[in-house]
């Protein structure tokens, strides 16, 4: 990916710090930007809450747009406001904790349950419980997570997992990252098996023959020798999970006794 850097100063921060844009010139989000910030250590800073935690007290950036590098009163009068109507939203109900994937939230194409009420005693509830189920999918819908990235809690970036090599991509613009979150996402909403794009014109139409309801890549087989690989990697794990265990608490074994001679 092309990228273009600017890197200026920013006169709203502290002497020597400094602010960088980056313009992507190239793929599917080319044209859009993203901004970070420099300390005059050269520490970096890829957001707001990071930067305020790192400059507590000393600078009020209560006011300050991060994207822009400038100070704008009016965007604290509408972070007060914000918070005011979450307060009270707060106060009426539970807030929305929907941990929902990122699908299509629009109407539904389908038949919906209907609810006739009237006072006459005969009228009875129709509802078709197989088509309320039904739900249309967004194709795709897996390139709206390509660029982000986890990080830890010291804002460093995580490193990403490694797929194994029989596993392949299938659509446009398909990647490594792409094909992780659809089979993460499939794991999570389906309990059916997991299999694969099946049908070979998936590869060369996937806009008309993608089975949705199966991950972004081609049919793939799971060996014996593929699970007896995986047991053995979890009993690596766990055996390095003992010895660290142990190695703890002897160590906390050692601190107490050492504790109790000295008290003697």
């Not at 935690?53 to 006011?63: A, F, H, I, K, Q």
């Not at 890549?217 to 055996?239: M, S």
């Amino acid at each position: 990916m092309i990228m273009e850097r600017k890197r200026l100063d920013c006169p709203a921060l502290p002497p020597g710090w400094k602010k960088e844009e980056v313009i992507r010139k190239s793929g599917l989000s080319a044209g859009k930007s993203d901004v970070y910030y420099y300390s005059p250590s050269g520490k970096k800073f890829r957001s707001k809450p990071q930067l305020s935690r790192y400059l507590g007290n000393t600078v009020d950036l209560g006011s300050f747009d991060f994207r822009t590098g400038k100070m704008m009163p009016s965007k604290l009068q509408k972070t007060k406001q914000r918070l005011r109507n979450e307060n009270l939203s707060l106060s009426k109900g539970k807030p929305d904790l929907n941990t929902a994937l990122p699908i299509r939230q629009t109407a539904s194409i389908f038949k919906q349950p209907v609810t006739k009420v009237v006072n006459h005693p005969t009228n009875k509830v129709k509802t078709d419980m197989q088509r309320a189920t039904e739900q249309p999918r967004q194709l795709f819908w897996e390139r709206r997570l390509k660029g982000l990235r986890s990080l830890d809690v010291t804002e460093e970036v995580l490193r990403t997992m490694e797929l194994p090599k029989g596993l392949q991509s299938v659509g446009p613009d398909a990647s490594d990252e792409t094909l992780l979150s659809a089979i993460a996402s499939a794991l999570h909403t389906s309990s059916a098996p997991i299999t694969g794009q099946t049908s070979t014109a998936a590869e060369k139409n996937p806009a008309i023959w993608l089975n949705t309801g199966q991950p972004l890549c081609k049919a793939f087989i799971v060996t014996d020798e593929d699970i007896k690989e995986q047991e053995l990697k979890v009993h690596q794990a766990r055996r390095s999970l003992e010895e660290a265990l142990l190695a703890d608490g002897l160590a906390r074994a050692a601190e107490s006794t050492r504790d109790m001679e000295g008290k003697a």
